[in-house]
């Protein structure tokens, strides 16, 4: 079973930094993306920021580019935000997310973490 655990929630102030941490586990997949998404009060669920195991590639939404980073461990089983420069309109529930692909690159399976608080004041 696939199990994704967050951390690294908190309160910051505006201008400052959080590193959300994802330890995944029961996790034996080879081709797969994973990375973050997040929900604002009153908002849809957006994504943040994934990487792709294979060849390593990110993406970032608009909003984050430059303030955010994405990466893995050696091991590639904990994903990591590191988010700088934090705005109120981060503020949000984090979701650790994992998507599975195929070998014929279709969607196998999509895996969720609880979720983490991260709340920015100005």
């Known amino acids: 079973e696939v199990q994704l655990v967050e951390s690294g929630g908190g309160l910051a102030q505006a201008g400052g930094s959080l590193r959300l941490s994802c330890a995944a586990s029961?996790?034996?997949?080879?081709?797969?993306?994973i990375g973050w998404f997040r929900q604002a009060p009153g908002k849809e669920r957006e994504g943040v920021s994934c990487i792709s195991s294979k060849e390593g590639h990110t993406f970032y939404e608009d909003s984050v580019k430059g303030r955010f980073t994405i990466s893995t461990d050696d091991a590639k089983n904990t994903v990591f935000l590191q988010m700088s420069s934090l705005k109120p309109e981060d503020t949000a529930v984090y979701y650790c997310n994992v998507v599975v692909y195929s070998p014929a690159g279709t969607r196998r399976g999509d895996y969720w973490g609880q979720g983490t608080q991260v709340t920015v004041s100005s």
């Open positions: 029961g996790f034996s997949f080879d081709d797969y993306a």
